[in-house]
């Protein structure tokens, strides 16, 4: 499980992509703060979260080992 979390109120757009932008998970979250993501699926890997909201655009990286 993966928490995501913002300091903007309102409506926001989560993406999980891989690293030839595969787009893997999308959502979009409306009047949460913290979005819960199940990841337990994904293989071994780099990942790129993008979150989207009203103001901003976040970009991290995920690495994940098993």
Do not use: W
């Amino acid at each position: 499980m993966c928490l995501l979390s913002t300091d903007a109120a309102g409506t926001a757009f989560v993406r999980i992509s891989d690293m030839l932008g595969k787009v893997l998970y999308s959502q979009t979250f409306s009047g949460e703060q913290q979005f819960p993501i199940d990841i337990s699926q994904y293989s071994p890997a780099v990942y790129i979260i993008t979150v989207t909201t009203a103001r901003n655009t976040y970009y991290r990286k995920l690495i994940l080992e098993h």
